[in-house]
């Protein structure tokens, strides 16, 4: 158990929908960070999360965006979903920005 | 150039082998390298550190070189619960994580 709790764990939305996945992050931790994992594939970094503020994006365009809570809990929203936003989203968080990050079991979305 | 790039898979070892993974980074500036274990369906889980030239955590090693960009994971005397997937990790501007694509193990009896 690492602490980071993600909710839901399995979705099945439809193409042009839109998601929300949420993210509980482990007590103390102020930095939130979102993967991408699509089958066969390693992670891929979405954005990032310290104190509130996005301070780190990867190469995912604007309808993916995110937010983090004074309690530090996150969001991911992803807007017009397509067939290829299938794939395991992972939360992970840390203290600042070079400590360990420690994952979650991830929200696993599947469009159809 | 993949910034992260591992051996293609997967390897299938007996119990008690020794195996070992290689991992090659295109940031020259990289300090410090990660691996990180999946297991089928979970999420990553950090297994080693490694900053300088190298670590060893009890049956695995580390190793980094510097000048030829690679990083290297040794397991001895394998163990059927060492069966998973294994992610190389190099962080890109301190916050972001950059993964391979793993490589699976399967150690069979």
């Known amino acids: 158990e690492t602490g980071v709790t993600q909710s839901p764990t399995h979705l099945i939305k439809t193409r042009g929908q839109q998601v929300t996945l949420r993210c509980s992050s482990q007590?103390?931790?102020?930095?939130v960070s979102w993967y991408q994992q699509a089958l066969g594939q390693g992670p891929q970094f979405i954005f990032q999360y310290y104190r509130e503020e996005e301070n780190g994006r990867g190469n995912f365009p604007p309808r993916f965006s995110g937010l983090q809570f004074p309690n530090y809990s996150s969001e991911l929203n992803v807007n017009a979903l397509e067939l290829d936003d299938s794939a395991l989203y992972l939360c992970?968080?840390?203290?600042?920005?070079?400590?360990?990050?420690?994952f979650g079991e991830g929200s696993r979305l599947t469009v159809l | 150039r993949k910034e992260v790039e591992q051996d293609p898979g997967p390897f299938n070892v007996p119990e008690g082998a020794t195996v070992a993974f290689n991992c090659t980074y295109s940031n020259s500036a990289s300090q410090s390298f990660f691996w990180y274990r999946q297991d089928c369906r979970k999420e990553p889980k950090l297994l080693m550190s490694v900053y300088s030239s190298g670590n060893e955590d009890g049956r695995f090693t580390a190793q980094l070189n510097r000048a030829s960009q690679y990083i290297s994971l040794l397991i001895r005397d394998s163990k059927l619960s060492d069966s998973a997937t294994y992610l190389c990790?190099?962080?890109?501007?301190?916050?972001?994580?950059?993964f391979g694509k793993g490589t699976s193990l399967l150690v069979t009896p």
């Open positions: 007590s103390g931790h102020n930095t």
């Open positions: 990790v190099v962080p890109n501007s301190g916050y972001a994580l950059n």
């Open positions: 992970a968080s840390r203290v600042g920005y070079t400590g360990e990050l420690f």
